[in-house]
Structure formats: structure tokens, C-alpha cells
Nanobody, 115 residues
Framework: QVHLLESGGGLVQAGGSLRLSCVASGSIFSIAVMGWYRQAPGKQREHVATINSGGSTNYADSVKGRFTISRDNTKNTVYLQMDSLKTEDTAVYYC?????????WGRGTQVIVSS
């Protein structure tokens, strides 16, 4: 069993920055892929960014150049640095831990970007 706890969400003005953190606990393996997904009101959950154990990253086109995912395996933590935030980034952001699908999900942290 793996537990994920996200933090760092909040209210920010457009153009601002936030840093999300997700701490994993339980039966953790550093080979897992970890990632961030988001779900806006009335929309399906979508991929934002993922990072594998070797540090290779993958981003949604909508966040490329603005968001940066990183991980610290010594702390079982994955981060999402979000810069140049836009109102359309408003969503609940979920952390995901995957060795095999579907993996594990956190409960999410709310990000609201005001104009």
C-alpha cells in the first residue's frame, strides 16, 4: 500500500507561481514513475507532468515551459514548480505513483488562479 499526501496549493494571481509537493509513504520503490494530474470543474482528469526513476520527464503541451517536475528519492517526494500561472490552470492537482497501472492517487490539492 502507498499513501500520497499533496500540499502547496492555494490562491494565486495570474502570472504568479506555486510549488506543489507530494510525499509518498508505505511500500515505496524508487523505480516508480511519479506524476501530477489535474481536474478542472466539469472536465476530465488530465496528465500534467510525469517523471521516471532516472529523471526523464514528460509534460502536457499546455504546461511546457511553465511547469517543472522534479523528485527527491531520498525524501520520497515529487514536486511541481508552476510558474507563469494562467486562469486555465485552475484545478485540483493530484499526485500519482505508478509501478503498474493504475497505481495510487493522492486526494489532491486545490489550485486557483485569479485574473
Amino acid at each position: 500500500q502507498v499513501h500520497l499526501l499533496e500540499s502547496g496549493g492555494g490562491l494565486v494571481q495570474a502570472g504568479g507561481s506555486l510549488r506543489l509537493s507530494c510525499v509518498a509513504s508505505g511500500s515505496i520503490f524508487s523505480i516508480a514513475v511519479m506524476g501530477w494530474y489535474r481536474q478542472a470543474p466539469g472536465k476530465q482528469r488530465e496528465h500534467v507532468a510525469t517523471i521516471n526513476s532516472g529523471g526523464s520527464t514528460n509534460y502536457a503541451d499546455s504546461v511546457k515551459g511553465r511547469f517543472t517536475i522534479s523528485r527527491d528519492n531520498t525524501k520520497n517526494t515529487v514536486y511541481l514548480q508552476m510558474d507563469s500561472l494562467k486562469t486555465e490552470d485552475t484545478a485540483v492537482y493530484y499526485c500519482r505513483y505508478m509501478i503498474t497501472t493504475p497505481g495510487y492517487w493522492g486526494r489532491g490539492t486545490q489550485v486557483i488562479v485569479s485574473s
